[in-house]
């Protein structure tokens, strides 16, 4: 696609639930980042991958956090009996070669009620 | 570890005026830098990025930076702030080599006014 694209984009779930936010990045970039965007609180590294592995899982915030990246493409976090401070919009981004210039999508807003 | 800090966490300008946001970053050893742009209901964007060549890098919309060794600051100015300007602005950071990626700031909000 022309950009790196997420879904949802809003995503209202209750305390307890799972829940699943999808990446589709730029076709041919073989990095995917994954960033958490709070009030305040600038953007926390989750997690990145180079192809299918995921070098550094250190940002994942608990166990509660997992993602998975398949064909060296679409990704996805899974976050398991949510909490409300889980609530933040959630930021996936591509770039073409390992910390190469970013091309970030919209975002996924998660509210945890 | 690398870090930046972003002194500010909302900077306010007037139209015309000189914008300043301020970066100062924390490394062992000259690392890539960046500043990232983010307007109202859009996603991040690259606005520019120094790499180790010229100290002065210039980017979109009229942006610029200037990386100084001895202060460990990477600045970005404006000469002349315009009202499409106002936006979250990031400062990031990541080694030249190895594997960890962006660390970014918390953040500076511009608000510009007319």
């Known amino acids: 696609g022309a950009g790196v694209s997420q879904s949802p984009s809003n995503k209202v779930t209750e305390k307890g639930k799972d829940v699943e936010l999808r990446c589709d990045p730029i076709?041919?970039?073989?990095?995917l980042y994954w960033y958490r965007q709070s009030l305040g609180q600038g953007l926390e590294f989750l997690i990145y991958?180079?192809?299918?592995?995921?070098?550094?899982k250190s940002g994942l915030p608990s166990d509660r956090f997992s993602a998975e990246r398949t064909g060296g493409s679409v990704s996805t976090l899974t976050i398991q009996r949510t909490q409300q401070e889980d609530s933040a919009v959630y930021l996936c981004?591509?770039?073409?070669?390992?910390?190469?210039?970013?091309?970030f999508g919209s975002g996924t807003q998660l509210s945890v009620l | 570890a690398q870090s930046v800090t972003q002194l500010g966490s909302h900077v306010s300008v007037s139209e015309g005026a000189l914008v300043l946001l301020r970066c100062n970053y924390s490394s062992s050893v000259p690392p890539y830098l960046f500043w990232y742009v983010q307007y109202p209901n859009q996603g991040l964007q690259l606005l520019l990025k120094?790499?180790?060549?010229?100290?002065l890098v210039k980017g979109i919309n009229g942006f610029e930076a200037e990386f100084k060794k001895s202060e460990t600051s990477f600045h970005l100015t404006k000469p002349s702030a315009h009202m499409s300007d106002a936006a979250e602005y990031f400062c990031?950071?990541?080694?030249?080599?190895?594997?960890?990626?962006?660390?970014f700031g918390k953040g500076t909000r511009l608000s510009v006014i007319a």
């Open positions: 990031a950071v990541s080694p030249v080599s190895g594997n960890t990626p962006l660390v």
């Open positions: 991958f180079q192809g299918n592995s995921a070098p550094d």
């Open positions: 981004a591509s770039s073409r070669q390992y910390n190469e210039k970013l091309f």
């Open positions: 120094y790499t180790s060549a010229a100290t």
């Open positions: 076709s041919g970039h073989t990095a």
